[in-house]
């Protein structure tokens, strides 16, 4: 499934609640989402989160903010959206 949402914002965080709640702000765009994969692009650059069941919780529009509930076993942000990883924050997530 793909979706194309756009956003706006300067500011970027995010919460990972016992790696099955992932709470983010700043989101610009949401490029595309299966239950396996999200990218989306933030305020500091695109965020490729995989696991599996993942679902689009909460969207909200007016704060830039996205929930998403699953199985969360990696995050990583990415130079180039469909190829290389800069910095893999998989290690922390075991």
Sequence with gaps: MDNNLHFET???HL????????????????ESF???EFLIETSLGFLN??????????LNQEQNEVSIKGNIDSMAY???KKKKVEK??????R
Aim: with cysteine; net charge positive.
């Design 15 to 30: 919460c990972l609640k016992d790696r099955k709640t992932l709470e983010l702000t700043g989101v610009k765009k949401i």
């Design 78 to 80: 990415v130079t180039d």
């Design 49 to 58: 989160v995989t696991g599996t069941d993942l679902t689009l919780v909460n």
């Design 34 to 36: 299966d239950s396996f």
């Design 10 to 12: 300067p500011y970027h």
């Design 88 to 93: 893999p924050l998989s290690k922390f997530l």
